[in-house]
């Protein structure tokens, strides 16, 4: 079973900031590694797949990179509506586990 | 468009069976690649991948609940079925479903999330 580490847990941002979020896998999952956003009370919301592919729809801001067992999101330019939970799934064997979160959240 | 939604109760007691319904539109879950996972999110924690079933009818389950989750499908009715025994308070959270294909093994699509309390 793969565990999936995220750091930091929480972090406080202002708006136009650079946010770095790191992943890391028990193991090596080449890119098989997803980001997802979530704000209370919504569902998750699919932003980066295969380590670095922006789902349609999501702005260029995010991006992501990574392989192996080392992953970060980025978010360049931080927006008011970027404050939320962010989470890293592995999706190169089952149980398709996720990471712990990292909360950002408003300085 | 694909849609899910998650129903079933908002509370059930302590030793009962949970069984929540992901009725979903915009797919047929006969077609190659494609499955439909459960998710869940206790308060305050992080997602929790709980199990999945495809197309084919293959099953893939959490180890840690493996001996208490069952999970199938009705594409007649287009829903996937989730059941889970001997529920305790540390079940309680939001339980949600999610679209994915193996071709992108992602959770493209989920449904809005249904809130299960397990208490007595």
């Known amino acids: 079973e793969i565990q999936m580490t995220q750091s930091p847990s929480s972090m406080s941002a202002s708006a136009g900031d650079r946010v770095t979020i790191s992943c890391r896998a028990s193991?090596?999952?080449?890119?098989?590694l997803n980001w997802y956003q979530k704000t209370p009370g919504k569902a998750p919301k699919l932003l980066i797949y295969s380590a670095s592919i922006l789902q349609g729809g999501v702005p260029s801001r995010f991006s992501g990179s990574g392989s192996g067992t080392d992953f970060t999101l980025i978010i360049t330019g931080l927006q008011p509506e970027d404050f939320a939970t962010y989470y890293c799934q592995q999706s190169f064997s089952s149980p398709f586990s996720f990471g712990g979160g990292t909360k950002v959240e408003i300085k | 468009q694909i849609t899910l939604k998650e129903s079933g109760p908002t509370l059930v007691k302590p030793t009962q069976t949970l069984t929540l319904t992901c009725t979903f539109s915009g797919f047929s879950l006969t077609t190659f690649g494609e499955g439909v996972a459960w998710i869940r999110q206790p308060p305050g924690k992080t997602l929790e991948w709980l199990s999945i079933?495809?197309?084919?009818?293959?099953?893939r389950y959490s180890p840690s609940l493996e001996t208490r989750v069952t999970i199938t499908k009705d594409t007649s009715k287009k829903q996937v079925v989730l059941t889970m025994t001997n529920m305790d308070p540390v079940d309680t959270g939001t339980y949600f479903c999610?679209?994915?294909?193996?071709?992108?093994?992602?959770?493209?699509?989920w449904g809005q999330g249904t809130l299960v309390t397990a208490s007595s």
């Open positions: 999610a679209y994915t294909t193996v071709r992108t093994m992602t959770l493209e699509n």
């Open positions: 079933i495809y197309w084919n009818d293959e099953q």
């Open positions: 193991q090596s999952i080449a890119t098989y």
